[in-house]
Nanobody, 128 residues
Framework: QVHLVESGGGAVQSGGSLRLTCTAS????????MAWFREAPGREREGVAT???????LYHQTVKDRFTISQDNAKNTLYLQMNNLKPEDTAIYYC??????????????????????WGQGTQVTVSS
């Protein structure tokens, strides 16, 4: 079992920055993929940025060049640095993870169905 806890959300003005943090605990060894998703009112949850144990990354087209996903394995922590925030970035942001405890490499993914574990979410609000 894996437990994910997000933090770092808040309210900022357009053009501002925030850094989200996701701390993982439990059975976090092995190969993994991790991602940030977001869900705005009235919209489906969408993948924003993802990485894996090979440190490959992938971004949603709307956040590319503004958001950066990174990881600190020593701290079991995933980050999302969000710069030049826009009102349309307003959403609840969720951390997600999947692990493989064999020798299989599982690659990054922005598909919701590829993830087993989810955090509780953190609110990001961007005003114009």
């Amino acid at each position: 079992q894996v437990h994910l806890v997000e933090s770092g959300g808040g309210a900022v003005q357009s053009g501002g920055s925030l850094r989200l943090t996701c701390t993982a605990s439990g059975k976090t060894s092995g190969n993994y993929r991790m991602a940030w998703f977001r869900e705005a009112p009235g919209r489906e949850r969408e993948g924003v940025a993802t990485t894996d144990s090979g440190r490959q990354t992938l971004y949603h087209q709307t956040v590319k060049d503004r958001f950066t996903i990174s990881q600190d394995n020593a701290k079991n922590t995933l980050y999302l640095q969000m710069n030049n925030l826009k009102p349309e970035d307003t959403a609840i942001y969720y951390c997600a993870a999947s692990f493989d405890y064999t020798r299989y490499y599982i690659s990054r993914s922005l598909e919701r169905s590829d993830y087993t574990y989810w955090g509780q979410g953190t609110q990001v609000t961007v005003s114009s």
